[in-house]
């Protein structure tokens, strides 16, 4: 049989990839959920064992682990309800901080530049204007995204209690695929799959709870009125890389603006929170999750954009996850492993230009890479707690 020419083999690798991203944009109202319910239940996993362990039935186990989950989530809304409340009874004096800050910025503005008082007051009744315009175009659409978030929540539990039932139907599924001589290749790729979303996803669980602690404790004991509820909505817009942080930023600055008459809390806000996300990505977090699968940042943010455009929200949270465990397949495939160093971070320190070994595709040259930057294999341990 005659071998099909590389080039149209990438022209068809290229094809592919597109009506692949043309499907999922069509079907992300199907395929958000039913991600999201993929990734929770291999979360859900150990603790669907242990009651199986314990002879549980089956379909008992995997309801014990659902309310789990929904009562661990409703304590994390719980506590955001009840920041929230207090952060309403705090409003009279919020407004009263929030209009002593805009007549001391006009002022300064009054003093640097030829605007007026009443010029400003003029741009400001404008600006207010198009801004209630605006959010009652907001509140029209977020008709349709409340209804759209409804049906997502509810299919999220059924998803989650079938794939756990048909797990092994699925995993069946999967093998059937693949020629019998690759079966053993197949079952490595699917166990360093699940290592790494086991520890990444549990690592964000931690990251979660150390960053609200952390961040909210020091905060307190500073004496920032809103500790806490800044700490929580901080550790949660963190895991969406690298526009999170920079969201959480903005929306602690403006928390404690608004809730305060001085200037010194602003400084503090930005310097802890500087401080604790230093700790955190350069001490607790790589120990926590480890460092077996590296994203470079280009394809992280890529990924959260394009998450972020076809999904919304669950997009973002889910494009590191999904960029994780494609590149474990691209690795493991012989047609496509140049998309696996695509998203990789295993960084020659020479240019292939220079270096012509460095174009080659060998395993000595994959494993070198990745001990020169500190990216450590799958043990077979781990693989095997996971049978």
Same mark, same amino acid.
């Given at each position: 049989?005659?071998?099909?020419?590389?080039?149209?083999?990438?022209?068809?690798?290229?094809?592919?990839?597109?009506?692949?991203?043309?499907?999922?944009?069509?079907?992300?109202?199907?395929?958000?959920?039913?991600?999201?319910?993929?990734?929770?239940?291999?979360?859900?996993?150990?603790?669907?064992?242990?009651?199986?362990?314990?002879?549980?039935?089956?379909?008992?186990?995997?309801?014990?682990s659902l309310l789990a989950l929904i009562v661990a989530l409703g304590l994390i809304v719980w506590f955001f309800s009840s920041q929230i409340s207090i952060l309403i009874r705090d409003f009279p004096a919020i407004q009263k901080n929030v209009?002593? +800050?805009?007549?001391?910025?006009?002022?300064?503005?009054?003093?640097?530049?030829?605007?007026?008082?009443?010029?400003?007051?003029?741009?400001?009744?404008?600006?207010?204007?198009?801004?209630?315009?605006?959010?009652?175009?907001?509140?029209?659409?977020?008709a349709g995204g409340v209804t759209g978030t409804l049906i997502f929540l509810g299919l999220l539990p059924i998803y989650i209690f079938l794939l756990l039932f048909y797990r092994n139907l699925l995993l069946r599924f999967v093998f059937l !695929?693949?020629?019998?001589?690759? +079966?053993?290749?197949?079952?490595?790729?699917?166990?360093?799959?699940?290592?790494?979303?086991?520890?990444?996803?549990?690592?964000?669980?931690?990251?979660?709870?150390?960053?609200?602690?952390?961040?909210?404790?020091?905060?307190?004991?500073?004496?920032?009125? +809103?500790?806490?509820?800044?700490?929580?909505?901080?550790?949660?817009?963190?895991?969406?890389?690298?526009?999170?942080?920079?969201?959480?930023?903005?929306?602690?600055?403006?928390?404690?603006?608004?809730?305060?008459?001085?200037?010194?809390?602003?400084?503090?806000?930005?310097?802890?929170?500087?401080?604790?996300?230093?700790?955190?990505?350069?001490?607790?977090?790589?120990?926590?999750?480890?460092?077996?699968?590296?994203?470079?940042?280009?394809?992280?943010?890529?990924?959260?954009?394009?998450?972020?455009?076809?999904?919304?929200?669950?997009?973002?949270?889910?494009?590191?996850?999904?960029?994780?465990?494609?590149?474990?397949?691209?690795?493991?495939?012989?047609?496509?492993?140049? !998309?696996?160093?695509?998203?990789?971070?295993?960084?020659?320190?020479?240019?292939?230009?220079?270096?012509?070994?460095?174009?080659?595709?060998?395993?000595?040259?994959?494993?070198?890479?990745?001990?020169?930057?500190?990216?450590?294999?799958?043990?077979?341990?781990?693989?095997?707690?996971?049978?």
């Open positions: 049989m005659k071998e099909i020419p590389l080039t149209v083999r990438r022209s068809i690798e290229i094809t592919g990839l597109f009506f692949l991203g043309w499907i999922v944009v069509l079907g992300k109202g199907l395929l958000a959920p039913l991600l999201m319910a993929f990734f929770i239940s291999i979360m859900l996993l150990p603790l669907y064992r242990f009651f199986r362990n314990r002879k549980f039935p089956e379909a008992l186990a995997i309801g014990v209009m002593r +800050h805009l007549t001391a910025l006009s002022s300064w503005l009054g003093s640097k530049t030829p605007w007026s008082s009443q010029e400003q007051l003029k741009f400001i009744n404008e600006q207010s204007n198009n801004l209630l315009t605006y959010a009652g175009s907001l509140l029209g659409g977020l !695929w693949f020629p019998r001589d690759s +079966h053993e290749g197949v079952e490595d790729t699917l166990r360093e799959m699940q290592v790494i979303i086991k520890s990444y996803l549990f690592g964000l669980l931690i990251q979660i709870t150390y960053m609200t602690v952390l961040l909210g404790g020091i905060l307190m004991i500073i004496g920032i009125k +809103h500790a806490l509820l800044i700490g929580i909505i901080f550790a949660f817009l963190n895991l969406i890389p690298y526009v999170g942080a920079l969201l959480g930023n903005i929306i602690g600055v403006l928390l404690t603006l608004a809730s305060s008459e001085e200037l010194w809390p602003v400084v503090a806000v930005l310097g802890t929170i500087a401080a604790v996300q230093f700790l955190d990505n350069n001490i607790l977090m790589p120990r926590i999750v480890g460092s077996k699968v590296k994203i470079n940042a280009l394809a992280t943010i890529v990924g959260v954009i394009v998450g972020g455009e076809i999904a919304g929200i669950a997009g973002m949270f889910l494009s590191l996850p999904i960029i994780a465990v494609l590149k474990v397949v691209f690795d493991r495939s012989e047609q496509f492993k140049q !998309w696996g160093v695509l998203f990789g971070d295993e960084r020659p320190s020479r240019s292939p230009m220079e270096i012509p070994v460095l174009r080659w595709d060998t395993k000595a040259i994959r494993k070198k890479l990745e001990r020169e930057n500190e990216i450590e294999p799958t043990t077979k341990k781990e693989k095997d707690n996971l049978s």
